[in-house]
Each structure stands twice: as C-alpha cells, then as structure tokens.
C-alpha cells in the first residue's frame, strides 16, 4: 500500500503534465480561430454594412439580420475549428466590432422610457380609486353595526 502512494504521485504529475501540454496541440488554435473569424466573417460582414448607407447603421432593424449572420458565422467557424463558443477571443472580435460600426450609435433609441401618460395614468388612478372605496366602505360598515350579529 505504501508503494502506491508515490506511483499515485507520478501519475496525478503526468497527468497534470498532459494537460498543460496537450490542450495546444489538440484543442483550439485561438490565433488561427482569429485569423478565420477576420477572413470569413469580419470579411462578409463588412461587405454587408458598406452595401447599408452609413446612416442606417444604427437602425436595429435594417442592420440585425447583418449582426445576426455575423454572430452565425463566428459559432460555425467555432464549430469547425473545435473551438468553444463563445470565448475571448468571439468578444474582443465583437468589441472591435461595435467600436468601428456602432460606436456612434445614440443609446436613446435603446433607453427605458416611462410610458405614455394616456396608459400610465389609469396604473396609477385605478388602484388609488379602489383603495379609497374600500377604506369608505370599510368605515362606513363599521358605523352600522346594528344588523351584523
């Protein structure tokens, strides 16, 4: 039993070992994923947005179909390249993205707003009204007390 101990050792080492070594040479090429993601999608995706005038390009309906092939892409290239979806290397490619496309874009369009005072005025009045007639009726049962026993 005490001989296991050290070949025990020796194995958990080796297999620390492989798995630093191992994950380069099998697993994702994240230069070469970039270098794909750039030539295939970065590549259609700016043919796409140059066919938009540059005004559209904040408006989510006309560029969303665009976005949408381009995030396809990056998880088909993934795929491909047996490459986890999505990683580091996917966000800072969409950073980059959003800084040369959108980073004129207003967030107006995309903000909170309170709703118009047409529909948020009943919100607001209905449950007030209702809170007022129950406290009237509830003082007004309580002053007539004769024909509750």
């Not at 950073?95 to 995309?110: E, K, N, P, V, W």
């Not at 529909?119 to 406290?135: E, K």
């Given at each position: 039993?005490?001989?296991?101990?050290?070949?025990?050792l020796?194995?958990?080492l080796?297999?620390l070992?492989?798995?630093?070594?191992?994950?380069?040479?099998?697993?994702?090429n994240?230069?070469?994923?970039?270098?794909?993601?750039?030539?295939?999608?970065q590549?259609?995706?700016?043919?796409?947005?140059?066919?938009?005038?540059?005004?559209?390009?904040c408006?989510?309906?006309?560029?969303?179909?665009?976005?949408?092939?381009?995030?396809?892409?990056?998880h088909?290239?993934?795929?491909?390249?047996?490459c986890f979806?999505?990683?580091?290397?996917?966000?800072?490619?969409?950073?980059?993205?959003?800084?040369d496309?959108?980073?004129?874009?207003?967030?107006?369009?995309?903000?909170?707003?309170d709703?118009?005072?047409?529909?948020?005025?009943?919100?607001?009045?209905?449950?007030?009204?209702?809170?007022?007639?129950?406290?009237?009726?509830v003082?007004?049962r309580?002053?007539?007390?004769?024909?509750?026993?």
């Amino acid at each position: 039993m005490a001989s296991q101990g050290p070949s025990l050792l020796k194995a958990g080492l080796l297999m620390l070992l492989a798995a630093q070594i191992l994950p380069p040479a099998s697993g994702c090429n994240r230069r070469f994923y970039e270098i794909m993601i750039g030539e295939f999608c970065q590549a259609k995706f700016r043919l796409d947005m140059t066919g938009l005038e540059r005004g559209a390009w904040c408006s989510w309906p006309k560029t969303m179909k665009i976005y949408e092939e381009l995030t396809n892409c990056t998880h088909q290239v993934a795929l491909k390249m047996d490459c986890f979806w999505p990683n580091g290397v996917v966000d800072d490619f969409f950073m980059q993205i959003h800084r040369d496309y959108f980073s004129d874009c207003a967030l107006t369009g995309r903000l909170l707003h309170d709703p118009p005072i047409g529909i948020l005025a009943p919100f607001i009045a209905v449950p007030v009204l209702i809170t007022l007639l129950m406290t009237a009726a509830v003082v007004w049962r309580s002053k007539r007390t004769e024909g509750v026993l």
